[in-house]
């Protein structure tokens, strides 16, 4: 029987197993958080936590202290290719969850690319954070597995202690919202599309930035994921 189990990285030979996941998750051309950084951040209120496989860390959770101590900003979420389908990501989420509870912490944000179909699956469908935040080429020019389109990014707050994030920790439904739904489907490989047909995932990347950043300036934030349509829901 598998044996699965999410707690705090502790020394320096399970650091060094979150540096090593990184480059394999991300690439060649990311640059990892060193090991000895994220002691340093442990170390001051940080969060660095592990799901462990048959005690082999297999994903990894970091999060950073903020100016405002009930805030803290996610900065890093990997799952090792081999072990997708345990649901290692959304039970790490909700570690994290748990974990800033304790310590007074009720709210979380990151980024993520928002043409990213399993991000925002699991960032907005099963976590239910939410964004109202469009962040025009985050990064600059970016390589690894983010090369060849402009590096967009959406800024989502995670509510820990509302009812809605609090039925999905449960694994139930929240109940329905109204809500307008953004007619741009985001492709299911957005990696394959980048490769095969730059200007067709650039294009894309225009799209879904005039429609989001059109909606927020009318007032509307993003409220849900639609994974059929593929498509978000804003409110």
């Not at 394999?24 to 799901?51: E, H, N």
């Not at 990064?139 to 990014?153: H, K, P």
């Amino acid at each position: 029987m598998t044996e699965i189990c999410f707690r705090d990285l502790s020394g320096l030979a399970e650091f060094q197993a979150a540096v090593a996941l990184q480059s394999t998750v991300w690439g060649a051309g990311d640059q990892p958080d060193p090991a000895d950084l994220m002691m340093v951040v442990q170390s001051i209120g940080g969060l660095v936590g592990g799901a462990f496989v048959d005690g082999a860390l297999m994903g990894f959770v970091f999060g950073l202290p903020t100016s405002e101590p009930h805030v803290q900003h996610s900065h890093r979420l990997a799952v090792l290719a081999q072990a997708r389908g345990l649901g290692l990501a959304t039970r790490l989420k909700f570690y994290q969850r748990d974990w800033c509870l304790a310590r007074g912490i009720s709210l979380v944000r990151w980024t993520y690319d928002p043409l990213r179909f399993a991000n925002a699956v699991l960032n907005i469908h099963r976590l239910g954070a939410g964004s109202d935040t469009y962040l025009v080429d985050y990064y600059g020019e970016m390589s690894g597995i983010n090369q060849g389109i402009a590096s967009d990014r959406l800024m989502v707050d995670w509510q820990l202690d509302s009812p809605e994030v609090a039925f999905r920790a449960k694994g139930e439904d929240p109940a329905p919202r109204p809500a307008q739904s953004l007619a741009i489907a985001l492709p299911e490989d957005l990696d394959s599309l980048i490769a095969q047909n730059p200007a067709a995932a650039t294009a894309l990347r225009l799209a879904l930035r005039q429609g989001l950043q059109e909606a927020m300036a009318r007032g509307q934030r993003i409220v849900g994921f639609d994974r059929a349509s593929r498509c978000y829901t804003l409110a």
